[in-house]
């Protein structure tokens, strides 16, 4: 149990263009998704946090309106990168959370995007 | 979230225990301790986690210093595919934000 998928697992695209990520809670209801981000050497940094039906909040430093994330059901969260460019090129990874008690975040296994 | 000290690298001889290491001196009365792991190029997965006492599962044992400022992470019999970079994180429920630090890069050898 508590599998979270993510798709596309690798994405090319070139830059100026929009790409979307989706994050799905394959067999949970997920009040909480999480989106961090992973440059090559790096660890893992927390870009938002999004709760089912509402706006997502955004770390410091992360633009909301480059990186814009919808959680519009309780198994699915999109992460889309605005007019990428070559340096948002990273690995994205998405966490799910099924609720205030249980407080083990369930990772999907990543979305690689370069940007030409 | 109180910050976590761990060494950047070990190595462990296949089937051997694997002992990880981790500093949270800071840590305070309701914060958890977890440990993910993340092999090379995939999401992290979660492996333990504790409040005060050892725990134990089917993938691990933790154990956590009577005065909580440190915690050890056990694999009994470390495999090859448990090579991984292996993160100790502070936890505190109500924050419900994982910071993940540098984490150990844990490399089992034949």
């Known amino acids: 149990g508590a599998v979270v998928s993510q798709h596309p697992s690798r994405v090319i695209c070139k830059s100026g263009t929009s790409v979307k990520i989706e994050c799905r809670s394959l067999d949970f209801q997920a009040t909480t998704m999480f989106w961090y981000r992973q440059f090559p050497k790096q660890s893992l940094m927390l870009m938002a946090t999004s709760n089912e039906g509402s706006k997502a909040t955004y770390e410091q430093g992360v633009e909301k309106d480059k990186f814009l994330i919808n959680h519009a059901s309780l198994t699915l969260s999109t992460l889309t990168v605005t007019s990428a460019h070559p340096e948002d090129s990273s690995f994205y990874i998405c966490?799910?959370?099924?609720?205030?008690?249980?407080?083990?975040?369930?990772f999907g296994p990543g979305t690689r995007l370069t940007v030409l | 979230d109180a910050k976590t000290t761990q060494p950047p690298s070990m190595d462990c001889a296949e089937g051997r225990a694997a002992n990880l290491p981790c500093n949270h001196s800071?840590?305070?009365?309701?914060?958890?301790v977890y440990w993910y792991r993340q092999i090379h190029s995939q999401g992290p997965q979660y492996i333990i986690h504790g409040l005060k006492n050892n725990e134990t599962n089917e993938m691990a044992s933790l154990i956590i210093t009577e005065d909580r400022k440190s915690s050890t992470l056990i694999l009994p019999h470390a495999t090859l595919r448990d090579t991984a970079v292996y993160y100790c994180i502070v936890f505190s429920g109500s924050a419900r934000q994982l910071t993940f630090g540098s984490g150990t890069q844990l490399t089992v050898l034949p």
């Open positions: 966490s799910a959370s099924r609720g205030a008690e249980y407080n083990e975040q369930f």
């Open positions: 800071t840590i305070s009365g309701n914060e958890y």
